[in-house]
T-cell receptor
């Protein structure tokens, strides 16, 4: 399909392991966003890319979280030394152009469980 | 800072009846407001947005939302609810080009 895809859909990690979550945005979309959604809560902003440039990473909760989008399309969110509090659904969204009126389209998310 | 509030954790309505899911916002500057719906184990799906213009915004699946500047509200409405509308609904406000602030969500239960 033509939507945003994310992989894996589910990930179980032991505390202390590193994980990598992948996002494939809609083709041609310039903007890419990562969100963290805790159980029973709304999504919370993590970071934003415009093409390959990471313009805002103010929402990343610690230096264990790292995101990249080296070629301006696929993005990877990496979490090092996972902790139980990292358990959440990680959502990726993309939009066609940067702008306050543009609509974000979301992927299905990756549910991360840290044991 | 921008924020939205969804005062109801859950809304129950009978199929065929009108539904309203409430949202209030706090912004500095022009409000850019959105509604999304989330079905179990799926990502958020865009329903509608208010940027400027008519206060009544029409969106997907028969939903509409009414923007009220004096009450700083953006309530989601539908004239006749369907059982298939049962889901989690999120209101959001956009801050600049790169951030959305989401409400905590309202679970809509439509009973046959």
């Amino acid at each position: 399909g033509a939507g945003v895809s994310q992989s894996p859909r589910y990930k179980v990690a032991k505390r202390g392991q590193d994980v990598a979550l992948r996002c494939d945005p809609i083709s041609g979309h310039v903007s890419l966003f990562w969100y963290q959604q805790a159980l029973g809560q709304g999504p919370e902003f993590l970071t934003y890319f415009q093409n390959e440039a990471q313009l805002d990473k103010s929402g990343l909760p610690s230096d264990r979280f790292f995101a990249e989008r080296p070629e301006g399309s696929v993005s990877t969110l990496k979490i090092q030394r996972t902790q139980q509090e990292d358990s959440a659904v990680y959502l990726c969204a993309s939009s066609l152009v940067p702008g306050t009126t543009d609509t974000q389209y979301f992927g299905p998310g990756t549910r991360l469980t840290v044991l | 800072a921008q924020s939205v509030a969804q005062p109801e954790d859950q809304v129950n309505v009978a199929e065929g009846n009108p539904l309203t899911v409430k949202c209030t916002y706090s912004v500095s500057g022009n409000p850019y407001l959105f509604w999304y719906v989330q079905y179990p184990n799926r990502g958020l799906q865009f329903l509608l947005k208010y940027i400027t213009g008519d206060n009544l915004v029409k969106g997907s699946y028969g939903f509409e939302a009414e923007f009220n500047k004096s009450q700083t509200s953006f309530h989601l409405k539908k004239p006749s609810a369907l059982v298939s509308d049962s889901a989690l609904y999120f209101c959001a406000v956009r801050d600049g080009i790169n951030k959305f602030y989401f409400g905590s969500g309202t679970k809509l239960n439509v009973k046959p």
